[in-house]
């Protein structure tokens, strides 16, 4: 009985397409601007919409960082 459950002559995919990326980025700066257009009636709110931006610009930065690092320093 052969122990492999896995065809092993299929490719093997790890990377999403650049597209959902993007789109992703796209949706998360989209959502930064409608909390800044709908939230910001008043001048208490700005601090803690900036505080979110961040929040984004980090969530956004780091996992590209991250990649950017991962790509240079991959083992052949």
Do not use: C
């Not at 093997?12 to 409608?34: N, Q, R, S």
């Amino acid at each position: 009985m052969k122990q492999d459950l896995v065809v092993s002559n299929h490719p093997v995919f790890d990377e999403l397409h650049p597209k959902i990326y993007g789109a992703a980025v796209g949706l998360v700066a989209w959502f930064t601007l409608m909390a800044w257009v709908l939230f910001d009636r008043s001048s208490d709110v700005s601090l803690s919409l900036g505080f979110v931006t961040l929040l984004f610009v980090v969530a956004i930065l780091l996992p590209w960082t991250l990649s950017l690092v991962w790509r240079r320093y991959r083992m052949p």
